[in-house]
């Protein structure tokens, strides 16, 4: 039995609408509220954060959001502010690779939102990853220490902290890192966590594997180690994958 407590969390990215999202709040509500060992999140596009909070209400499921910005308040037209977020939910993803990669943002701005979100009592998940022509250059262990390091730049991480190291040539490809590779990248970002913070914080973090995660390869990875659950995106859109995944991760890693 692992001594963190592993954490499974769903990206349902840009999908879902009103009804849709409705309904598999009710499925994962029926299916896997009662799932002991494992912490669960739900993290829906920020239009659906009120519903599924409403829908999600009295249950062991939590509910994240997909990013936040780092100012309080303005004239920021479109963004949303970890004071907004802070009613209504209690993660939010930072750093994810298709924010890095489509809207410019970077391990500077990753770290301001880290600080902006901690300091408002935000859990974020922060995402970090290297692309797949980094990797065929050996650059890997580089590209994940700087991540770390700027990323975290300044920040103090409370106790349990979530890292997703998601490679980025595994997001959304359907070709999962295999269970070694993923468990070797997290002993690496581990190492770096025991000296940037000890050994006790680094100990106490989790740090989740996501990248085309499934129901069927859920088990090589929760087999592994260092990985504490899983970041799970296309496969958390359906309700009976992503109860499959819940249940593998508590059987194989559940601290209850
Ligand atoms: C993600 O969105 O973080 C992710 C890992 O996506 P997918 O599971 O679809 O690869």
Same mark, same amino acid.
């Given at each position: 039995?692992?001594?963190?407590? @592993? ?5 349902w ?11 598999? $709040? ?16 739900? $993290? ?14 009295? &249950? ?20 949303? =502010? +970890?004071p907004?977020? &802070?009613?209504? $939910? ?6 994810? &690779? *298709? #924010?890095?990669?489509?809207?410019? *943002? ?9 600080k902006?979100?901690? !300091?408002?009592?935000?859990? @974020?998940i922060? $995402? ?38 998601? +490679?980025?040539? !595994? ?5 999962? !890192? ?11 970002? #581990? ?8 050994g ?11 990248? =085309? ?8 990875f929760? !087999?592994?180690p ?10 958390s ?12 991760a ?7």
């Amino acid at each position: 039995m692992s001594r963190r407590t @592993p954490i499974v969390a769903a990206n349902w990215k840009m999908h879902t609408t009103v009804r849709t999202a409705a309904e598999l $709040c009710q499925a994962l509500r029926e299916s896997i509220d009662e799932v002991r060992g494992v912490e669960k999140v739900v $993290c829906p596009p920020f239009v659906f954060l009120a519903l599924v909070q409403q829908a999600l209400a009295g &249950s062991s499921i939590k509910v994240g959001a997909q990013n936040v910005f780092w100012e309080e308040k303005g004239a920021f037209t479109g963004e949303i =502010s +970890p004071p907004m977020l &802070s009613d209504l $939910c209690e993660y939010v993803i930072i750093g994810h &690779s *298709e #924010r890095r990669k489509y809207f410019g *943002e970077t391990d500077e701005t990753a770290n301001r939102r880290l600080k902006a979100a901690l !300091a408002e009592g935000l859990h @974020p998940i922060f $995402c970090i990853g290297e692309t797949a022509e980094e990797r065929q250059a050996g650059r890997t262990e580089e590209v994940l220490l700087r991540q770390v390091r700027q990323g975290l730049a300044g920040i103090e991480i409370p106790l349990g902290f979530v890292v997703a190291y998601e +490679p980025v040539w !595994a997001i959304g490809t359907g070709v999962p !890192a295999t269970g070694e590779i993923a468990n070797e990248a997290i002993a690496l970002i #581990r190492r770096e966590l025991a000296s940037l913070y000890g050994g006790q914080l680094a100990e106490a973090a989790r740090i989740q594997y996501g990248g =085309s995660v499934d129901g069927v390869n859920i088990g090589e990875f929760m !087999a592994e180690p260092e990985i504490d659950g899983a970041l799970v995106g296309g496969a958390s859109l359906k309700a009976d994958v992503f109860t499959t995944i819940v249940a593998e991760a508590a059987r194989l890693k559940g601290t209850a």
